[in-house]
């Protein structure tokens, strides 16, 4: 997925209005590898009266998220230009997976302040942050009435199980004491790519 405008900032705007090739790059949203595995299983066990309201009927349902980062941009907040820059790219830029942390998770010394009123020479969207990792589960029981077509659900479910750290992407900023680091993680408020969450509820059918 390609732009020359950031897709998620409703603020955005081009390095310079009157070339937006300057901007032409993997879009915010880009997301090079997705894999969403999902499977559902509904116990085969049978009971005889009581036994089978309490433990027949159970099924159980995951979901397993497995994706690479967004992309995120650079930028130089104290350059001498007039509009603000991206900084000079030196070096690639880009760690090793074994080299990430979330204090260092790209090589900072491979970016630099640009010089007296010029624009860096760094791209948008050059490097991409952490990815998600994530398995969903659920259980869910079926209480059957004796009127037919009337059921009672009850469903458990576990949004991260493992609760495997959601990192977001690091500061971008040149000259920043967090340049290079993540410093926080998850997104509570859309409840997405949060830390372990459970919820139990109730569902009728009729």
Same mark, same amino acid.
């Given at each position: 997925?390609?732009?020359?405008?950031?897709?998620?900032?409703?603020?955005? @705007? %081009?390095?310079?209005?009157?070339?937006?090739?300057?901007?032409? $790059?993997? &879009?915010?949203? *880009?997301?090079?590898?997705?894999?969403?595995?999902?499977?559902?299983?509904?116990?085969?066990?049978? =009971?005889?009266?009581?036994?089978?309201?309490?433990?027949?009927?159970?099924?159980?349902?995951?979901? #397993?998220?497995?994706?690479?980062?967004? %992309?995120?941009?650079?930028?130089?907040?104290?350059?001498?230009?007039?509009?603000?820059?991206?900084?000079?790219?030196?070096?690639?830029?880009?760690?090793?997976?074994?080299?990430?942390?979330?204090?260092?998770?790209?090589?900072?010394?491979?970016?630099?302040?640009?010089?007296?009123?010029?624009?860096?020479?760094?791209?948008? *969207?050059?490097?991409?942050? %952490?990815?998600?990792?994530? #398995?969903?589960?659920?259980?869910?029981?079926?209480?059957? =009435?004796?009127?037919?077509?009337?059921?009672?659900? =009850?469903? $458990?479910?576990?949004?991260?199980?493992?609760?495997?750290?959601?990192?977001?992407?690091?500061?971008?900023?040149?000259? &920043?004491?967090?340049?290079?680091?993540?410093? @926080?993680?998850?997104? %509570?408020?859309?409840? !997405?790519?949060?830390?372990? !969450?459970?919820?139990?509820?109730?569902?009728?059918? =009729?």
């Amino acid at each position: 997925m390609i732009d020359d405008i950031g897709a998620t900032d409703a603020n955005a @705007s %081009p390095l310079m209005v009157y070339n937006s090739r300057l901007d032409r $790059a993997n &879009s915010d949203l *880009n997301v090079p590898h997705r894999v969403i595995v999902s499977w559902l299983y509904q116990l085969p066990i049978k =009971f005889d009266g009581w036994k089978e309201t309490m433990f027949g009927g159970w099924q159980i349902n995951g979901i #397993l998220t497995l994706s690479d980062g967004l %992309p995120f941009d650079l930028s130089s907040p104290n350059t001498t230009n007039c509009c603000g820059s991206r900084p000079d790219r030196i070096g690639n830029g880009s760690l090793p997976d074994d080299q990430r942390t979330i204090d260092r998770w790209f090589d900072t010394t491979a970016f630099r302040e640009p010089g007296f009123l010029q624009f860096g020479n760094a791209g948008r *969207n050059i490097l991409q942050g %952490p990815g998600t990792k994530q #398995l969903d589960f659920s259980t869910f029981k079926k209480f059957r =009435f004796a009127s037919e077509g009337r059921w009672l659900e =009850f469903r $458990a479910e576990l949004f991260n199980l493992l609760n495997t750290p959601q990192f977001n992407n690091p500061n971008g900023s040149v000259g &920043s004491p967090a340049f290079g680091r993540i410093t @926080s993680a998850g997104s %509570p408020i859309s409840f !997405q790519r949060t830390s372990r !969450q459970v919820q139990f509820g109730l569902k009728l059918y =009729f």
